[in-house]
Protein backbone atom coordinates (compact mmCIF):
# COMPACT_ATOMS: atom_id res chain seq x y z
CA UNK A 1 0.00 0.00 0.00
CA UNK A 2 0.98 3.50 -0.18
CA UNK A 3 3.29 4.72 2.36
CA UNK A 4 4.40 8.30 2.73
CA UNK A 5 6.97 9.24 5.77
CA UNK A 6 8.13 12.44 6.22
CA UNK A 7 11.67 13.74 8.11
CA UNK A 8 13.82 16.28 8.73
CA UNK A 9 11.72 19.33 10.65
CA UNK A 10 12.78 20.79 14.00
CA UNK A 11 13.43 24.57 15.28
CA UNK A 12 15.01 27.10 13.73
CA UNK A 13 15.64 30.78 13.75
CA UNK A 14 14.11 33.10 11.11
CA UNK A 15 16.38 33.02 8.49
CA UNK A 16 17.79 29.49 8.70
CA UNK A 17 16.95 26.47 6.65
CA UNK A 18 15.63 23.27 6.96
CA UNK A 19 15.47 20.31 4.17
CA UNK A 20 12.82 18.31 4.36
CA UNK A 21 12.55 14.31 3.07
CA UNK A 22 9.52 12.28 2.01
CA UNK A 23 10.41 8.33 1.33
CA UNK A 24 7.56 6.72 -0.95
CA UNK A 25 6.47 3.28 -1.41
CA UNK A 26 3.69 0.99 -2.47
CA UNK A 27 3.80 2.77 -6.03
CA UNK A 28 5.72 3.55 -9.33
CA UNK A 29 7.36 6.97 -7.39
CA UNK A 30 8.92 8.52 -10.60
CA UNK A 31 5.66 8.34 -13.07
CA UNK A 32 3.77 10.47 -10.17
CA UNK A 33 3.81 14.03 -9.25
CA UNK A 34 4.67 14.82 -5.82
CA UNK A 35 3.81 17.32 -3.17
CA UNK A 36 4.36 19.13 -0.30
CA UNK A 37 1.95 20.61 1.63
CA UNK A 38 1.34 22.60 5.16
CA UNK A 39 -0.78 23.43 7.83
CA UNK A 40 -0.62 26.37 10.27
CA UNK A 41 -2.73 25.89 13.50
CA UNK A 42 -6.43 27.34 12.82
CA UNK A 43 -5.43 27.74 9.07
CA UNK A 44 -6.76 25.60 6.08
CA UNK A 45 -3.66 22.79 4.40
CA UNK A 46 -2.21 24.55 2.01
CA UNK A 47 -0.11 23.45 -1.08
CA UNK A 48 3.33 24.61 -1.14
CA UNK A 49 5.22 22.94 -3.57
CA UNK A 50 4.92 20.58 -6.71
CA UNK A 51 7.12 17.73 -8.42
CA UNK A 52 5.75 16.67 -11.55
CA UNK A 53 6.80 13.20 -12.82
CA UNK A 54 8.70 14.68 -16.02
CA UNK A 55 10.78 17.60 -13.51
CA UNK A 56 8.16 20.90 -13.75
CA UNK A 57 8.36 22.34 -10.47
CA UNK A 58 5.47 24.75 -8.94
CA UNK A 59 5.33 26.92 -5.86
CA UNK A 60 3.09 29.09 -3.76
CA UNK A 61 3.70 32.36 -4.32
CA UNK A 62 4.52 32.82 -0.92
CA UNK A 63 7.62 30.31 -0.69
CA UNK A 64 8.62 31.38 -4.06
CA UNK A 65 12.59 31.74 -4.83
CA UNK A 66 13.21 30.31 -0.88
CA UNK A 67 11.99 26.84 -1.11
CA UNK A 68 13.37 24.04 -3.47
CA UNK A 69 11.49 20.75 -3.98
CA UNK A 70 13.27 18.14 -5.81
CA UNK A 71 13.09 14.35 -6.27
CA UNK A 72 15.38 10.96 -5.99
CA UNK A 73 13.66 8.44 -8.22
CA UNK A 74 16.24 6.05 -7.53
CA UNK A 75 15.97 6.86 -3.81
CA UNK A 76 11.49 7.29 -3.90
CA UNK A 77 12.37 10.02 -2.11
CA UNK A 78 10.86 13.61 -2.45
CA UNK A 79 12.58 16.82 -0.81
CA UNK A 80 12.33 20.21 0.39
CA UNK A 81 14.77 22.55 0.77
CA UNK A 82 13.85 25.62 2.92
CA UNK A 83 15.80 28.45 3.12
CA UNK A 84 15.19 32.13 4.82
CA UNK A 85 12.66 30.94 7.14
CA UNK A 86 9.90 33.09 8.51
CA UNK A 87 7.93 32.59 11.43
CA UNK A 88 4.90 32.54 9.09
CA UNK A 89 6.55 29.41 7.70
CA UNK A 90 5.90 27.60 10.88
CA UNK A 91 3.40 24.59 10.48
CA UNK A 92 3.24 20.99 10.17
CA UNK A 93 4.20 19.89 6.56
CA UNK A 94 2.92 16.98 4.73
CA UNK A 95 3.76 15.15 1.87
CA UNK A 96 0.98 13.98 -0.65
CA UNK A 97 0.72 11.62 -3.78
CA UNK A 98 -2.54 11.38 -5.61
CA UNK A 99 -2.80 7.79 -6.64
CA UNK A 100 -5.84 5.88 -8.06
CA UNK A 101 -8.08 8.76 -7.94
CA UNK A 102 -6.67 9.14 -3.98
CA UNK A 103 -5.14 11.59 -1.62
CA UNK A 104 -2.41 9.50 0.48
CA UNK A 105 -0.58 11.52 3.38
CA UNK A 106 2.26 10.91 5.66
CA UNK A 107 1.88 12.20 9.05
CA UNK A 108 3.92 15.06 8.89
CA UNK A 109 6.75 17.16 10.38
CA UNK A 110 6.61 19.92 12.38
CA UNK A 111 8.79 23.11 11.48
CA UNK A 112 8.88 25.55 13.92
CA UNK A 113 10.60 29.08 12.99
CA UNK A 114 11.14 31.10 16.18
CA UNK A 115 13.57 33.75 17.61
Known amino acids: QVQLVESGGGSVQPGGSLRLSCAAS????????MRWYRQSPGKERELVAS???????NYADSVQDRFSISRDNAKNTVYLQMNSLKPDDTAVYYC?????????WGKGTLVTVSS
Open 51 to 57: SRSGGRT
Open 26 to 33: GFTFSTYA
Open 96 to 104: NVIYGGMYY
